[in-house]
């Protein structure tokens, strides 16, 4: 394996992925290290909103989704405690996580990226001019070592891949939720295509869609509470459905088991640091609701390069502090709104009201939708305030 790479970049999420697109797309000799094996499956509602597709389109990949089978989604259709709702999405799109990640690396290496799967990176001390990396590989339980100008952090939500005394401190939200999520094979008609189905509890919620391959994909966020209830998940799951008036899935009533997340309302306080730029869940994330991480994801991948162009040359301080406000102008202000919407979801009493004004009007929630819609892409020069 080559021993010095321009840029290595650390998980093969959206964000890793774009990123590894981008950077091969420039030229650059980028490796790119990855856990598990691929395709793989992970907990997600996996809907694109228009930033999502907005990014793809910006880096060549405007057909991305579509040619992977992508479904078409125009409407979230809420429950709450037997009564519905039903908003309008315009240019939404469900993807399986499988088929999606896979076609983003695939892209990736078609651009001249190196990927390597089974294999967990560690990040070890800064050099002059690069950074070492620790590569474990899964199959054969072999340690080696390479180096890159730059490492691009993406390993998600409870990453663990920077030396202890750079890599700050994740703050968890005081009651953060948790998610989980499955696959089931359900073919009954009350889930169709085209839409989420959003059941609201009082403990959490979880969201139903129809994937590509025709199966039902669950994923929702529970108050840690319920989830150390009764057989957990499953009973959370099926009581969040049940309040909102939305049946059990028969395949869910035969114990189908759930992955768990760590808590998902987070915040690192550093974002970058020698020679590394930190992206994507391991950033930052806020629970689900408005489902937009891959979103953000994409968004950070796609703001990297210049950077790390910038930073193979000479890395500064100004550079990292510049990483830390266009994460901030792109993807902070987005979160905020998603962090007020997920505290009214934690009251039963404020929850009513939100899904009352969705009801009656529904060109009040829909105008939120598009401003959630809205596209910003990051600057080609790495230029924050763009
Ligand atoms: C319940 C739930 C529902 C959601 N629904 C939606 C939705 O509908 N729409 C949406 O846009 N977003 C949704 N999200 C958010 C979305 O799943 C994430 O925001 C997105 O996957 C983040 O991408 P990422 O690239 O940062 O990280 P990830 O996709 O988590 O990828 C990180 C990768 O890094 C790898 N990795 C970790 N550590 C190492 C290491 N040391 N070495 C090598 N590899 C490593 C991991 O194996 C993983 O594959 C949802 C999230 C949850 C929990």
């Not at 010095?4 to 000799?29: E, F, M, Q, Y």
């Not at 890599?167 to 359900?186: F, I, N, T």
């Amino acid at each position: 394996m080559q021993k010095l790479w321009d840029v290595l970049i650390i998980g093969a999420g959206p964000a890793g992925g774009l990123a590894a697109l981008d950077c091969a797309k420039k030229g650059l000799r980028v490796m790119l290290v990855e856990q598990r094996s691929f395709p793989r499956w992970k907990v997600c509602g996996c809907c694109f909103n228009n930033q999502a597709q907005a990014i793809l389109s910006s880096r060549g990949e405007n057909n991305l989704i579509e040619e992977c089978g992508g479904q078409t989604l125009d409407r979230l259709r809420l429950g709450l405690r037997g009564r519905e709702a039903t908003l309008a999405l315009p240019n939404g799109f469900v993807l399986s996580r499988e088929r999606f990640d896979q076609a983003l690396i695939e892209a990736a290496i078609k651009a001249g990226a190196s990927a390597r799967f089974r294999m967990t990176a560690h990040v070890e001390a800064a050099s002059p001019g690069y950074r070492r990396v620790r590569l474990k590989d899964h199959h054969s339980g072999n340690t080696s070592h390479v180096n890159a100008r730059v490492v691009l952090v993406a390993a998600g939500l409870s990453q663990h891949c920077l030396p202890k005394n750079e890599a700050g401190q994740s703050r968890v939200r005081k009651q953060s939720r948790h998610g989980a999520g499955c696959v089931v094979d359900d073919d009954t008609n009350h889930y169709p295509s085209g839409a989420i189905h959003m059941a609201i509890g009082d403990q959490g919620y979880v969201g139903l869609v129809r994937r590509e391959d025709g199966l039902l994909n669950l994923a929702g966020a529970f108050d840690r509470d319920a989830l150390s209830q009764g057989q957990g998940t499953m009973d959370a799951a099926h009581q969040i459905l049940k309040q909102a008036g939305f049946p059990v899935p028969q395949a869910l009533q035969g114990g189908q088991r759930w992955q768990l997340t760590a808590a998902l309302s987070r915040h690192s306080n550093v974002v970058a640091g020698e020679r590394f730029l930190v992206m994507g869940d391991a950033a930052g994330y806020v629970e689900p609701f408005t489902g937009e991480g891959m979103a953000w994801a994409l968004t950070a991948g796609a703001a990297a390069a210049p950077f790390v162009l910038e930073g193979m040359e000479r890395w500064t301080r100004n550079l990292e502090k510049r990483w830390k406000t266009t994460l901030q102008v792109h993807i902070g202000r987005r979160q905020t709104v998603c962090k007020a919407l997920s505290s009214v979801l934690k009251r039963p009493a404020t929850t009513a009201v939100l899904f009352e004004v969705v009801k009656r009007w529904p060109s009040v929630s829909e105008s939120i939708v598009s401003s959630l819609n809205k596209e910003k892409l990051p600057s080609p020069q790495g230029d924050p305030c763009l």
